[in-house]
């Protein structure tokens, strides 16, 4: 298995599904108030995750500034592509012991199963195969 930096768009898309499925357990996980979260809190809070995925895998260190993102805003994407970005990031956050002991993998899931539910996402439908896997 290898694993890799998902790149803004997903993370984008990962953050709109959990703000708006989720928002109020996101700002715990993420060490915020409800009033205090935000899109770039919890946009900065999966990066991290991811790199230290990838420092599990890899043995890579990252510079603060490869870790930095803003949130540009809620994603215009379909829902089925905002669940296949959060399955992409699960998978590469699936790594060392991060589903152990970040709390955020869990929620990755937890938001993927009240997004598919809510949104009757069939993971075999034709647009959750158009959306891309990594952005």
Known sequence: MSAFFVNDACLTKCV???????????AALVGVGPDELT???IGRALRRMNADALTARYDDRWEPEEL???FPGPSDSPP???LKALHCL?????????????P???????VGGLLKASECINEDSPEYERASWGD
Do not use: F, K
């Open 90 to 102: 699960s998978y590469q956050c699936a790594e060392g012991d991060i589903p152990e002991t970040n």
């Open 80 to 82: 089925a592509h905002w």
């Open 104 to 110: 955020l993998w869990s929620e990755l899931d937890r």
């Open 68 to 70: 930095a993102y803003e």
């Open 39 to 41: 899109g770039r809190a």
């Open 16 to 26: 709109t599904a959990i703000l708006v499925y989720d928002g109020v357990n996101a």
